[in-house]
Nanobody, 122 residues
Framework: QVQFVESGGGLVQPGGSLRLSCSAS????????TAWFRQAPGKEREGVSC????????LYADSVKGRFTISRHNAENTVYLQMDSLNSEDTAVYYC???????????????WGQGIQVTVSS
């Protein structure tokens, strides 16, 4: 069971940047993978990015590739999502999650953060 503290969300203008942080605690062994998901109003939750805890390998959804960067500070159990060149399509609630597979599928992730709002608007 993992508990999360998420921060860094808010309102930004199109073309702007935002950095999300996810600090995790409450587990004795680090999860295999940590990921960011997002859910826009009226839409299904989708995977954004994933990072493998040991190797540092990363995955990105095509919609954010080249604009978003995921990173992890393992000693502090913190995962970051740097979001650049934001546009209105990025507006959503973003969730941090940990799971048992290095992928971007919902079923593989068991522990979830509370979600944090990201709004891109002028």
């Amino acid at each position: 069971q993992v508990q999360f503290v998420e921060s860094g969300g808010g309102l930004v203008q199109p073309g702007g940047s935002l950095r999300l942080s996810c600090s995790a605690s409450g587990f004795t062994l680090q999860p295999y993978a940590t990921a960011w998901f997002r859910q826009a109003p009226g839409k299904e939750r989708e995977g954004v990015s994933c990072i493998e805890s040991i190797s540092g390998n990363t995955l990105y959804a095509d919609s954010v590739k080249g604009r978003f960067t995921i990173s992890r500070h393992n000693a502090e159990n913190t995962v970051y999502l740097q979001m650049d060149s934001l546009n209105s399509e990025d507006t959503a609630v973003y969730y941090c999650a940990t799971g048992r597979i290095f992928n971007l599928q919902l079923w593989a992730f068991d522990d979830w953060g509370q979600g944090i709002q990201v709004t891109v608007s002028s």
